[in-house]
């Protein structure tokens, strides 16, 4: 071996020496490998359970929108097979009709009830309210400003929500 002219070179050396340690790998512990496997393991099998969970939701989604309207029309078929017996009967005398009528349009409420579909009528002198109403007149009238006089056509709720405002004609300010 030889030495450095320079004692600064041998220092060097030296700190070279003890800066790089040796590449001797360290052994894996064979528990740890195995706790491992078992992480990687359950984290594929939770991350194959996330996708499923996800399609199945994604399935039932579709279902409930292309059966969505089934309860409804459900109710609706035997308003239908009342229109459709009125029309076979040939020889009906007016009182016949309008009986039939009556009794096709209290199924139709019924229905219509029972699918949460619900009437707004708001009686005179109601306070209008601009998210059930609709103002399509206003006319000088006894009664408390912007108050209901008279209902033009009714309107309708769906599970709270409108889905037809009451056209209505309202008092005018004084």
């Known amino acids: 071996m030889q030495t450095p002219e320079n ?5 060097n050396l ?7 340690p040796p590449t001797a790998e360290v052994p894996a512990e064979p528990d740890l490998e195995a706790r491992l496997a078992e992480m990687s393991d ?26 969505a309207v089934e309860g409804f029309a459900d109710s609706l078929l ?11 009967i040939q020889a009906a005398t007016p009182e016949q009709l309008l009986e039939g ?15 949460k579909v619900l009437e707004i ?16 007149s206003v006319v000088p009238a006894p009664q408390e400003p912007n108050t209901v006089v008279a209902v033009l056509q009714k309107g309708y709720l769906i599970a709270d929500r409108v889905l037809r405002p009451a056209l209505v004609t309202v008092t005018a300010p004084k």
């Open 101 to 115: 009528v009556h009794a096709t349009l209290r199924q139709l409420s019924a229905a219509l009830e029972r699918n």
């Open 14 to 20: 030296a700190v070279d020496a003890q800066a790089t």
């Open 42 to 67: 359950a984290y594929l099998r939770a991350k194959a359970e996330a996708e499923n969970i996800r399609r199945r939701a994604e399935e039932e989604v579709t279902k409930a929108r292309k059966f």
């Open 78 to 88: 035997p308003v239908k097979d009342s229109l459709e017996a009125a029309i076979a």
């Open 121 to 136: 009528n708001p009686p005179a002198s109601t306070k209008f309210d601009p998210h059930h109403h609709q103002a399509i």
């Open 7 to 11: 004692p600064m070179e041998t220092q």
